[in-house]
């Protein structure tokens, strides 16, 4: 069984409200999940406490066991100080006007 860390809807309509739950990957959004690890309330201010709300040591043991977090529960955990943000990509060096640095005398044009 594959366990998924996700938003479940809650509220009515045009006032969402969402709970962060742990959940079989084949449920449905608003199906039967395993447990409720917090909420989330995207329409309350930016500060205000009852904008999120998660138990950490729930999190912490579902993530331990391997459930999966979603796009957008791993956005909350990362802010949230649970989750690492993915690490970067480092691109390879650019390369001069002809492609080769090896000799830079052939870059200088007189």
């Not at 069984?1 to 709970?19: D, E, P, Q, S």
């Not at 309330?41 to 912490?60: E, F, I, Q």
Request: aromatic share 6%.
């Amino acid at each position: 069984m594959a366990v998924k860390i996700r938003l479940a809807r809650l509220g009515c309509k045009n006032r969402a409200f969402y709970r962060i739950v742990a959940a079989d990957s084949h449920t449905p959004r608003d199906g039967k999940h395993l447990q409720v690890l917090g909420f989330y309330d995207p329409l309350a201010a930016k500060g205000d406490a009852r904008r999120l709300g998660l138990n950490v040591d729930l999190v912490k043991y579902w993530l331990s066991v391997g459930a999966q977090p979603t796009d957008t529960v791993r956005g909350i955990l990362m802010r949230a100080g649970l989750v690492n943000p993915p690490p970067m990509v480092v691109m390879g060096q650019k390369k001069g006007p002809s492609g080769d640095t090896s000799n830079p005398e052939k870059l200088i044009t007189q």
